[in-house]
């Protein structure tokens, strides 16, 4: 849980200007940003800047350690290349990553903004959905279905954001629940406006703060969840790529290649710190009444 | 406290009845229902589907085996694993003694060196040793469990040799000493995301609490500054540390899976990941059940330390 979901009374947004300019004052988050930011673009450019095709087999140079000729990061037990793998593999974690962020952010919103807003019965059964999905350790639901799933990255990041979502509604339900009150949200409700609209056009952008701070540290969780269950086998299937399933025969192949394990693991951190790091600049920046001292 | 205890034993029934009823939900929701196993295999015939459907009460509507499953629940009849068949309570039992001993440890473990850390970086804010536990804290938060996990069974124990691999026991048994080895790498993999939880929230708890005015009366008595952190201060921040420990549990849980099938640990974890292999969902919905029992009871043992703790608790929280 994190210190998010203590609600703050929302304050009136500070000024943008002054938001990034304390964004960029937190060095580890402009750190992060330019790490996440290489490993977006080195995964999308892939196909042209990688130095050989991910799938391409070179039995003669097997377990080649990393630097040396021809393998800039080793190559795998076929001889396939490190680093073109760790490259296409980014494409799949981080858009698993992002898309399981997206789902998470529109479901604890949906759930959250209604409960909210409409209260009584519907604010009761919502609610407690929340309550009872939050006992569960999300890894153990997040396997229970993925292991009946056919796996795709449609799929994949459908599961973990379905899993994923209760702490972004409790957040979003702690903000609405004041916000719901304001003179100006009464105003839309007098002249006739929808639900749905008051809560897209007035609340969502008096909320959009802490959600964009979740969704961050969502991302960061996200991609660490895939790599996860496609390490036991039941994500992403090779021979396509992912942080996580590179790692499945790192235990057994260890004896002979240790970098093997080293370098998936090393990128899965790297983007997962990146993002936490993000988050929390993120978090300082837009409200300066949840700055950690 | 008595009305107080009522109405929480009553809210935590309630989250078990709506956990079991998403468990068993998803359970049927499954493509292929419960057999869906037996499908697959060419030389089970549409009457073998029948008649394990009957044996089991599959054929039955949905909310009648829900029920008969709740009954059986409360009489000590979990149903039969797929998978050997032999009786589900049996097959777990035997194994959360193994769970409790992993996180029970590191949970102790965690609770001591997270608190230290927390509180000396916020006595010295701002120091080295304070910027220094921050970044560390996100590194660990970040780090992947089951690779943090692999990487310490290669170093310590393939190509080192100091420590077992896995497992909880060596397998000519072995005394205490033994099992504290085995015990050591799964205990410090899983203790250390916790450790960076604690670490970072009783460090932001300290710090709130040691602008208070009472802190500030207590040193201007002349109590040592030993004595103004420990019984004043620390004391304080007992009450959302304690709340903390509850809302960790999920974590707690889901680490100890993790870590469990990285160091092929006996418990529930390494169980479950072998039955999510053999599709073997009596098994699953189980250990589902035993997980939600645990994070609900550890939210309601703190609730009711908080009340006892700190009074005002009993009626903000009713």
């Known amino acids: 849980m994190s210190d998010l979901v203590v609600g703050t009374l929302p304050v009136a947004a500070p000024p943008r200007r002054h938001a990034s300019r304390r964004f960029f004052r937190h060095r580890l988050a402009v750190l992060g940003l330019v790490v996440i930011v290489a490993l977006a673009l080195s995964a999308a450019f892939a196909p042209w800047i990688a130095p050989y095709n991910p799938d391409d087999v070179d039995i003669a140079n097997r377990y080649a350690p990393p630097l040396s000729l021809g393998h800039l990061l080793g190559s795998d037990d076929l001889g396939r290349d490190v680093l073109t793998r760790l490259m296409y593999a980014g494409q799949i974690s981080l858009s698993v990553g992002v898309a399981a962020m997206a789902v998470t952010v529109i479901v604890g919103f949906a759930v959250g903004a209604f409960a909210a807003y409409l209260g009584g019965w519907v604010d009761v059964a919502l609610m407690r959905l929340t309550d009872t999905m939050l006992c569960f350790p999300s890894v153990f639901l997040l396997l229970f279905v993925a292991a009946f799933v056919t796996p795709s990255l449609a799929s994949i990041s459908l599961m973990i954001g379905l899993t994923c979502w209760m702490e972004l509604a409790r957040v979003v339900y702690g903000q609405i629940r004041v916000l719901k009150s304001a003179d100006f949200v009464a105003a839309a409700r007098m002249v006739g406006a929808p639900v749905w609209r008051i809560i897209l056009r007035q609340i969502l952008p008096n909320v959009m703060a802490p959600i964009l701070v979740a969704a961050t540290l969502n991302t960061a969780n996200a991609i660490l969840l895939e790599s996860y269950i496609s390490f036991l086998g039941y994500g992403i299937q090779p021979p396509q790529a992912s942080w996580g399933n590179m790692l499945t025969n790192a235990q057994s192949d260890f004896l002979v290649d240790p970098w093997l394990a080293v370098m998936p693991g090393l990128a899965i951190t790297l983007a997962v710190t990146s993002f936490n790091f993000i988050g929390d600049g993120l978090r300082d920046a837009l409200d300066p009444k949840m700055q950690q001292q | 406290m008595g009305r107080f205890l009522v109405n929480r034993l009553a809210q935590s029934a309630v989250l078990l009845v709506g956990v079991s009823v998403i ?59 797929f998978f050997g068949g032999q009786p589900v309570r049996e097959v777990v039992f035997d194994r959360i003694p193994a769970t409790f001993e992993l996180m029970g440890s590191a949970l102790c473990l965690s609770l001591l060196i997270g608190v230290a850390i927390g509180v000396l970086s916020a006595v010295k804010r701002g120091s080295l040793l304070d910027h220094a536990t921050a970044v560390a804290a996100m590194v660990a938060l970040s780090l992947p469990t089951f690779w943090f996990g692999l990487l310490a069974i290669f170093i310590f124990a393939q190509t080192l040799g100091w420590l077992p691999a896995g497992g909880n026991r060596s397998t000519d048994g072995g005394g205490f000493l033994d099992a504290l080895r085995h015990l050591i790498l799964p205990v410090a993999v899983l203790a250390l995301v916790l450790v960076a939880q604690w670490s970072r929230y009783t460090r932001s708890y300290m710090l709130e609490i040691l602008n208070q005015d009472y802190i500030r009366t207590a040193r201007a008595k002349g109590l040592r500054p030993s004595r103004v952190l420990v019984n004043h201060a620390l004391r304080a921040a007992l009450v959302p540390l304690i709340t903390l420990g509850g809302l960790q549990l999920p974590l707690l849980v889901g680490g100890a899976l993790v870590t469990e099938t990285v160091f092929s640990w006996p418990g529930m974890g390494l169980l479950f990941v072998n039955a999510l292999g053999s599709r073997d969902y009596p098994v699953l919905m189980a250990i589902l059940m035993v997980g939600a029992f645990v994070v609900v009871l550890g939210n309601l043992i703190a609730d009711i330390l908080i ?12």
Not at chain 2, 307 to 318: G, N, Q, S, Y
Request: glycine content about 10%; proline content about 7%.
């Open chain 2, 23 to 81: 468990g068993f939900a998803l359970m049927h929701l499954a493509p292929g229902g419960p057999l869906a196993m037996y499908t697959l295999n060419p030389t089970v015939t549409a009457q073998d589907i029948q008649r394990i459907k009957v044996q089991f009460g599959l054929d039955q509507p949905v909310w009648v085996q829900y029920f008969k499953w709740v009954a059986g629940v409360f009489t000590g009849n979990w149903g039969y694993s």
């Open chain 2, 307 to 318: 009340a006892l703790v700190d009074p005002r608790a009993k009626i903000t929280h009713v």
